[in-house]
């Protein structure tokens, strides 16, 4: 089977999935990092829903503004704290490792090149981990400003809404947050395909699928790979539901802006296309090209192996 994260990472770069799928090298920080950051985005819009169902049309907007913040930042912090932890865990732990290397070289033979290359390169690792704590302040922050962001459009969105139709928060609610379903797994056994869609919104009885994006977006439309993700949770709402599902949305979180991608006969095929070659990469263990993208590859952990300069 193949997953929808596994879509995910082939848009990113095919090569990063090559050495996921070859390399021992479990990466749990990074799982729970992107883990703890999709469960935040959801529980952040339940906050936001049920701070919107404490408004009153005669509030103003700077009123307006406070209620929905309640808990916000707090809230977020708090499940940031459980990253920066492990984080200094690990950091402590692989701190006793390079002390007691530095102490063992003041021992061996200095002409042991490759005890004292091994002493090099972890602690090259714990300088990087320096920068990692420094990234999840960025990381937070960089949430703290989005979840704002959004924050005031919906602040002014429900300031038109309640006054427009002459009601108050509670009764407004389902217009912004419609009855969903966060992060259902399904599975398509004759495609092959598992995973769960970030959220599912059900208006009328027509299922939409909806993906939950950091990145900023392009001027138009969606990114290719958005899409691709977007339509491999499609089939599989289709085959869990039994219904025929027309168009999704990828919600951009930072601008706040929500697109829609219309699932049609070649969108489907281009899926498809992506499908087969991921079993190639998956199944019959063919490397994919390097393809250098400067912004990609500063992101991606397996940077140092894809770009290792020839000896």
């Given at each position: 089977?193949?997953?929808?994260?596994?879509?995910?990472?082939?848009?990113?770069?095919?090569?990063?999935?090559?050495?996921?799928?070859?390399?021992?090298?479990?990466?749990?920080?990074?799982?729970?990092?992107?883990?703890?950051?999709?469960?935040?985005?959801i529980?952040?819009?339940?906050?936001?829903?049920?701070?919107?169902r404490?408004l009153t049309?005669?509030m103003d907007?700077?009123e307006?503004?406070?209620?929905?913040?309640?808990?916000?930042?707090?809230?977020?912090?708090n499940?940031?704290s459980?990253?920066?932890n492990?984080?200094?865990?690990?950091?402590?732990?692989?701190?006793?490792?390079?002390?007691?290397?530095?102490?063992?070289?003041?021992?061996?033979?200095?002409?042991?090149?490759i005890?004292?290359?091994?002493?090099?390169?972890?602690?090259?690792?714990?300088?990087?981990?320096?920068?990692?704590?420094?990234?999840?302040?960025?990381?937070?922050?960089g949430?703290?400003d989005?979840?704002?962001?959004?924050m005031?459009?919906?602040?002014?969105?429900?300031q038109?809404?309640?006054a427009?139709?002459?009601?108050?928060?509670?009764?407004?609610?389902?217009?912004?947050?419609?009855?969903?379903?966060y992060?259902y797994?399904?599975?398509?056994?004759?495609?092959?395909?598992?995973?769960?869609c970030?959220?599912?919104?059900?208006?009328?009885?027509?299922?939409f699928?909806?993906?939950?994006?950091?990145?900023?977006?392009?001027?138009?439309?969606?990114?290719?790979?958005?899409?691709i993700?977007?339509?491999a949770?499609?089939l599989l709402?289709?085959?869990?539901?039994?219904?025929?599902?027309?168009?999704?949305?990828?919600?951009?979180?930072?601008?706040?802006?929500?697109?829609p991608?219309?699932?049609?006969v070649?969108l489907?095929?281009?899926?498809?296309?992506?499908?087969?070659?991921?079993?190639?990469?998956?199944?019959?263990?063919?490397?994919?090209?390097?393809?250098?993208?400067?912004?990609?590859?500063?992101?991606?952990?397996?940077?140092?192996?894809?770009?290792?300069?020839?000896?």
């Open positions: 089977m193949i997953s929808i994260s596994s879509i995910r990472t082939f848009m990113f770069c095919p090569m990063k999935l090559y050495l996921e799928e070859n390399l021992d090298d479990v990466r749990t920080y990074d799982i729970l990092l992107n883990k703890t950051i999709k469960e935040l985005r529980d952040l819009q339940d906050l936001f829903q049920r701070n919107l404490r049309k005669d907007l700077s307006i503004e406070e209620n929905l913040s309640k808990n916000i930042e707090e809230y977020i912090k499940s940031m459980i990253i920066e492990t984080k200094t865990e690990n950091k402590s732990n692989d701190g006793d490792i390079i002390e007691n290397l530095e102490n063992l070289g003041k021992f061996i033979d200095k002409e042991d090149e005890i004292e290359e091994e002493i090099k390169k972890e602690i090259a690792k714990e300088i990087e981990k320096e920068k990692n704590l420094s990234q999840i302040d960025e990381l937070k922050q949430i703290i989005e979840t704002y962001f959004n005031k459009i919906l602040a002014l969105k429900s038109k809404v309640m427009a139709n002459d009601k108050d928060g509670s009764q407004i609610a389902e217009l912004f947050f419609p009855t969903s379903m992060s797994l399904m599975r398509d056994p004759q495609l092959e395909i598992v995973g769960s970030d959220k599912i919104e059900i208006i009328n009885g027509r299922y699928p909806i993906s939950l994006k950091s990145a900023i977006p392009p001027l138009k439309g969606t990114w290719d790979s958005d899409s993700e977007l339509v949770a499609a709402i289709e085959d869990e539901f039994d219904t025929e599902v027309f168009v999704g949305f990828v919600d951009y979180l930072k601008l706040g802006e929500r697109r991608v219309v699932m049609d070649a489907r095929k281009g899926l498809f296309r992506v499908l087969n070659e991921i079993k190639d990469v998956i199944n019959e263990n063919i490397v994919p090209e390097v393809a250098a993208h400067t912004e990609k590859c500063v992101k991606c952990d397996y940077r140092e192996i894809c770009h290792k300069p020839e000896e």
